[in-house]
């Protein structure tokens, strides 16, 4: 897997040892130490990853991420010293892909590089005319327009990422809704069901998402 990996971290030690296991890793980083630096570096350098402290001096992480949203479907990793900082992260909907919590291992933080650029690239995936943009949750199949909820068009991707993969309805759960405890799992196959009406309405007799009997669901072209 190869790269470019904007670093944003103001503790360069860290920054560094973080460079070097990227650079083994394959991929190319850079770095920026302070906060207003951030969004201009990811206007001009396009990278295709950032790894995003929250604590910064100039800008903090928070707005860094909603400003590069704003212009940029780039994945980012935001990066917190505080556990708890994540539940308050993710309740504000921030659209970070994903979060890492300091202390961390360099080598965990690039295995988590390398899966949320495996996703992120499922989301441009083109099969079978179908056409996800992760960017507006919109969904097309043959140029046309499936008209998706946010939880339909979540649920189709995480199919779409691993074809022929059988997912369990709390497989689903879990990835859909990461921190609720008490959603019914007839919540998905209703779900599932008004999803696949949107498919067979766009392109009749063309059967993408598959129930495995008493299992869970998969994705597949036949
Ligand atoms: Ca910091």
Known sequence: MSGKILIVEDELKLAELLGDYLRQGGFEPLHVADGLDAVPTVRDEKPDLVLLDLMLPGKDGMDICKEVRSFSSVPIIMITA??????????????????ICKPYSPREVVARVKAVLRRSGAAAIQDQGLTLDEA???????????????????????????????????QLMDRIYPD??????????????????????????EELIHSVYSVGYKYEVE
């Open 136 to 170: 507006r949750y919109s969904a097309t199949l043959r140029g046309v327009s499936l008209d998706l909820t946010a939880v339909e068009f979540k649920l189709l991707q995480i199919l779409v990422a691993s074809p022929g993969r059988i997912f369990s309805r709390s």
């Open 82 to 99: 505080r556990v708890e900082e994540i539940d308050r992260l993710l309740g504000l909907e921030l659209g970070a892909d994903d979060y």
């Open 180 to 205: 609720e405890r008490i959603v019914n799992d007839r919540t998905i196959d209703s779900h599932i069901k008004k999803l696949r009406k949107k498919i067979a309405a766009s392109a009749p007799g």
